[in-house]
């Protein structure tokens, strides 16, 4: 049975070390350049006629454009729509990432922190300084809730302040742990399902059980790479919701 770990191997393409510093183009940067070149292309291709009747084409791009508008306006509310670049980009970033991933001979970028946790620290930063442009130091109250007594302030104030720092790692954490969870069991399932199959006639009775099973496994991760780009835009959303509105 093949390695199930070996799937995430980065492995250098075009090595290149620059000062000590490996910029090598790998097979991560490779299909990142992938989905950004098939993401980029068809949302062109999409938007080129503009028709009254759209086609279908342009059908899913507005429909692309409507979910992820909508979800800024449902979350963030009408002044969020200024988001609505960076929401985009980041849902689309992992939405390919994922789905790409699930392509024979491809490779899952989002499966590796580095990357999950860059595209975590980009809203967390983002958070952070437009909260403190459109609030000023007041940004800040955003950790002591209002009607709170005095003597539980001391409570809250420190929970508050460390859930706000642990959310690029818990956003980065969730979107890595279920595509590299996923990937594996793929990759265990269809190992084992080759192995019973060379076994000659007998094989491949047995193995039709765990082919089937890994159809379905199939179905669910691709299920899994879309919802799990959907929650990563909801909660980026939902952050950026504090640098318009403090509740207070």
Request: hydrophobic share 60%.
């Amino acid at each position: 049975m093949a390695d199930p770990i070996h799937q995430f191997v980065i492995t250098p393409i075009i090595p290149l070390e620059v000062a000590g510093i490996n910029l090598s183009f790998t097979n991560s940067s490779l299909w990142m350049v992938v989905g950004a070149l098939i993401a980029s292309l068809f949302l062109l291709a999409g938007t080129d006629k503009r028709a009254l009747i759209p086609g279908r084409l342009q059908a899913v791009s507005e429909m692309l454009y409507d979910f992820i508008s909508s979800m800024i306006r449902e979350n963030v509310g009408p002044n969020g729509r200024q988001y609505f670049p960076l929401i985009f980009t980041v849902f689309v970033i992992v939405l390919m990432g994922n789905v790409l991933g699930l392509l024979p001979y491809a490779f899952t970028y989002t499966s590796h922190l580095i990357v999950t946790l860059a595209l975590a620290m980009v809203i967390f930063l983002s958070v952070t300084i437009f909260g403190l442009i459109n609030h000023g130091l007041h940004f800040f109250s955003l950790f002591a809730p209002p009607g709170v007594p005095l003597a539980l302030q001391i409570l809250i104030v420190p929970i508050e302040v460390l859930s706000f720092i642990i959310r690029p790692i818990t956003l980065s954490v969730r979107l890595f742990a279920n595509m590299v969870a996923g990937h594996l069991m793929l990759k265990v399932f269809a190992g084992f399902s080759t192995m019973v199959l060379a076994m000659g006639t007998t094989g491949i009775l047995a193995g039709l059980l765990p082919m089937a099973f890994n159809v379905a496994v199939y179905g669910l991760e691709l299920l899994v790479a879309l919802l799990q780009a959907y929650i990563f835009a909801i909660l980026s959303a939902i952050y950026l919701k504090d640098t318009v509105d403090l509740h207070h």
